[in-house]
């Protein structure tokens, strides 16, 4: 029997030998098999003493060869987790729910905006000039934006009627 670990939620998904490996993770819905994916073969016939064989994919093949990933990994997931500590709001990963990271924030002026302005409200949903918070996933590397806090609470106050008080 072969152990496959899930690349995004590290879930252990068993594979028996003669059936068709998992091509998307029953856990996370994303795909298996490419890059990050390892693969641990056990044997139940070894002895307890040995130690169970190793089949490793992708970049972890390749860092494992040159040296040193395991050190590499485990600052790189250090560093995850102080600017996680650091930040006021950690979303989910849309894509495999990791913690995103805040990277930065961009500003859109008037000139670049075009505000739609629905019957129901009278006015534009939002206008500019209003700034986005950017996230990265530190694992699959997805970007997503939200509308920063000082926009938040502008967009509140106008479809609350209360933006002039």
């Known amino acids: 029997m072969a152990v496959v670990v899930c690349p995004w939620c590290q879930s252990e998904i068993p594979h028996e030998e003669g059936e068709e490996p ?3 993770c029953p856990v996370c819905e994303n795909e298996i098999g490419g890059y990050r994916t390892l693969t641990f073969g056990i044997d139940d016939s070894e002895d307890e003493d040995e130690e169970p064989a190793a089949q490793f994919t992708g970049t972890e093949a390749e860092d494992l060869r040159l ?3 395991n050190e590499a990994l ?3 997931e ?6 996680l500590d650091e930040q006021e709001t950690v979303p989910e990963c849309p894509q495999c729910r990791e913690y995103m990271l805040e ?3 961009l500003a859109v002026p008037a000139a670049f905006f075009r505000p739609r302005t629905p019957e ?4 534009a949903v939002l206008e500019a000039p209003f700034s986005i918070t950017l996230y990265v996933c530190p694992s699959c590397f997805t970007v997503q934006q939200s509308l920063a806090e000082q926009g938040r609470l502008d967009l509140a106050r106008r479809l609350s009627g209360t933006e002039n008080l």
């Open 120 to 123: 129901a409200l009278g006015k």
């Open 74 to 76: 485990l600052r790189f």
């Open 22 to 24: 998992e091509k998307y």
């Open 103 to 105: 990277a930065g924030e």
């Open 67 to 69: 040296g040193g990933s």
């Open 78 to 83: 250090e560093t995850v987790e102080r600017v």
